[in-house]
């Protein structure tokens, strides 16, 4: 299984973004999507996931209130809704999946299985 990450690009503070997350063979074999995110010279970061269990979303502290996790069922993509978009949002941004059973335990890199490639986020004035 393959995954992809898509819809990143530039924006300005303030503004929004929608990635996408796809895969080659179904998401729904996994029990979370997640999403993360790498800044230059800055460790790997757990933003967001949702369960395939009982659809719970989790969110990071750093972009709770601003950013939504949601799945479309049929078209089985995981989207991340990105609002008011702040500079040190820049970083490359991972989708991944992952068993862990849907807890906040999919936040953490330990619990993914397949990583997807990243899409770049620049937020800059």
């Known amino acids: 299984v393959q995954l992809q990450a898509s819809g990143g690009g530039a924006v300005q503070p303030g503004g929004s973004l929608r990635l996408s997350c796809s895969s080659s063979?179904?998401?729904?074999?996994?029990?979370?999507i997640s999403w993360f995110r790498q800044a230059p010279g800055k460790a790997r970061e757990g933003i967001s996931c949702i369960s395939s269990i009982d659809s719970k979303t989790y969110y990071g502290d750093s972009v709770k209130g601003r950013f939504t996790i949601s799945r479309h069922v049929v078209q089985d993509t995981v989207y991340l809704d990105m609002n008011d978009l702040k500079p040190e949002d820049t970083a490359v941004y991972y989708c991944?999946?992952?068993?862990?059973?849907?807890?906040?335990?999919?936040?953490?890199?330990?619990?993914?299985?397949?990583w997807g490639r990243g899409t770049q986020v620049t937020v800059s004035s």
């Open positions: 063979g179904s998401l729904w074999a996994y029990s979370a």
């Open positions: 991944a999946a992952g068993g862990s059973g849907g807890s906040s335990v999919c936040l953490y890199d330990y619990a993914v299985d397949v």
